[in-house]
């Protein structure tokens, strides 16, 4: 079946930088493009960046562009997420998904998520 | 601040149909396909409504998308307590060149 495992999450100070992993099995994880999806402590989802199946094209919401960069590696069936100058608003937990495309894209498989602590 | 607009809160008795709506505008609802999670409290969210009105395989006919204009439609019948939960729109946004989600809508089932 079908598992997305996030980690790397933690407590960091505030400047700092952190690396999240998120280690797919149960599907041609090549195949398809994928999602970090962040959600800050009793609020709700929010969009960080997506990156085609082949790394080719990446896309970011405007609050991380230029700090955080998504990178995969097919071979390891492994996605990343490089996270640095970190800000308090930045703590929540991060999960992975896999991007489906039909008509749009849609994320149908989800992680459990790793909880990032922006604190001094 | 979300892209998209949902109203923070819904609720309707056991066996009662509920509607949780998801308005934005031309350059995200309007013209990209809506998708919408469930997300039950402590666990990740989950994919419910995919293109607009597609249901995954697993998920009952009791829910159902709909989208006219720059809005889009959660429907969800015969309620049942374990409908409780968060339920996110989301879909792309041109002008962004980023996807979105709405702010969320807690369902509690009364």
């Known amino acids: 079946q079908v598992q997305l495992v996030e980690s790397g999450g933690g407590v960091v100070q505030p400047g700092r930088s952190l690396r999240l992993s998120c280690a797919a099995s149960?599907?041609?994880?090549?195949?398809?493009?994928m999602i970090w999806v962040r959600q800050a402590p009793g609020r709700g989802l929010e969009w960080v960046a997506v990156?085609?199946?082949?790394?080719?094209?990446?896309y970011y919401v405007d609050s991380v562009k230029g700090r955080f960069t998504i990178s995969r590696d097919n071979s390891k069936n492994t996605l990343y997420l490089q996270m640095n100058s970190l800000g308090v608003d930045d703590t929540g937990v991060y999960y992975c998904?896999?991007?489906?495309?039909?008509?749009?894209?849609?994320?149908?498989?989800w992680g459990r998520g790793t909880l990032v602590t922006v604190s001094s | 601040q979300s892209v998209l607009t949902q109203p923070p809160s819904v609720s309707a008795a056991p066996g009662q149909r509920v509607t949780i709506s998801c308005s934005g505008s031309?350059?995200?609802?309007?013209?990209?396909?809506v998708s919408w999670y469930q997300q039950l409290p402590g666990t990740a969210p989950k994919l419910l409504i995919y293109?607009?009105?597609k249901r995954p395989s697993g998920i009952p006919d009791r829910f159902s998308g709909s989208k006219s204009g720059t809005s889009a439609t959660l429907g969800i019948t015969g309620l049942q307590t374990g409908d409780e939960a968060d339920y996110y729109c989301?879909?792309?946004?041109?002008?962004?060149?980023?996807?979105?989600f709405g702010g969320g809508t807690k369902l509690t089932v009364l």
């Open positions: 031309s350059s995200n609802i309007e013209n990209n396909y």
């Open positions: 293109d607009n009105n």
């Open positions: 989301g879909t792309w946004d041109s002008s962004l060149s980023a996807g979105g």
């Open positions: 149960g599907f041609s994880f090549r195949s398809y493009g």
């Open positions: 990156i085609y199946y082949d790394g080719s094209i990446k």
């Open positions: 998904a896999s991007v489906r495309r039909g008509g749009g894209w849609y994320f149908d498989y």
